[in-house]
């Protein structure tokens, strides 16, 4: 009787088969996690100046674009684009939104803010930061949350990993939903790291009639 010989691909293909696939482990998935939420940390303390271009876009789909200027700890200027009477700036301590078409100021502490996740440096991620699975791993997600302060909502930050950037990550963007379930999403193009950015471009003028001046 003629013995069946089975063609050398099926073979190899078998053989393949029978070979034990690795699959990541709970433990090394917590690693890897940990790993990431730890870059996103030395990222947030690696950047002391940053200047973008940046689109938001609110839950109704509604776009603004405008431009971002970070400087570690606590500063952030939105200058919207021109038309829009928007402004909002961080001292440090504190955001205030000025809306100069109704003269109106609204300001609360930055802790407060999701932005805080990005603008205190001394905050460790891992006490209040998650790792969102993005399926591409050129992309880390990192959700902050502070889950004793819910009030405070929550930011969805997006990297890009990229070697020429701060702790080996480029800001692409975020998504920060509040307290009343209001999502806005930021995206950012035209990152410049490292540039002069003086105090002053974090100063406002107080647009409310006998206001104070914030020193702008």
């Known amino acids: 009787m003629k013995r069946m010989i089975a063609p050398p ?12 696939v690795a699959l990541p482990t709970t433990a090394a998935i917590a690693q890897q996690d940990q790993s990431d939420l730890s870059r996103v940390n030395a990222y947030v303390r690696a950047v002391t100046t940053l200047t973008a271009d940046f ?8 776009s603004l674009t405008g431009q971002l200027t970070l400087k570690q700890p606590g500063k952030i200027r939105f200058q919207y684009q021109k038309g829009v009477p928007l402004l909002i700036v961080g001292d440090g301590k504190a955001l205030t939104m000025i809306d100069y078409e109704v003269r109106q100021v609204q300001r609360w502490p930055i802790g ?8 205190d440096p001394s905050k460790d991620l891992s006490k209040f930061g998650k790792v969102v699975p993005t399926g591409d791993p050129s992309i880390l997600s990192i959700q902050a949350r502070d889950v004793k302060r819910p009030e405070f909502g929550t930011i969805t930050m997006i ?9 080996g990550l480029q800001l692409y963007g975020w998504v920060a939903l509040d307290s009343q379930n209001n999502r806005t999403a930021v995206r950012l193009t035209n990152q410049r790291y490292g540039v002069p950015v003086a105090d002053s471009a974090f100063r406002w003028t107080d647009p409310r009639p006998k206001g104070r001046s914030a020193g702008g």
């Open 9 to 20: 691909m099926l073979v190899l293909a078998l053989a393949i088969a029978l070979v034990p």
């Open 112 to 119: 407060s803010s999701p932005l805080g996740a990005l603008l």
């Open 159 to 167: 990297f890009k990993r990229d070697a020429a950037s701060p702790a």
């Open 55 to 62: 689109t938001q876009t609110d839950r109704n789909g509604q």
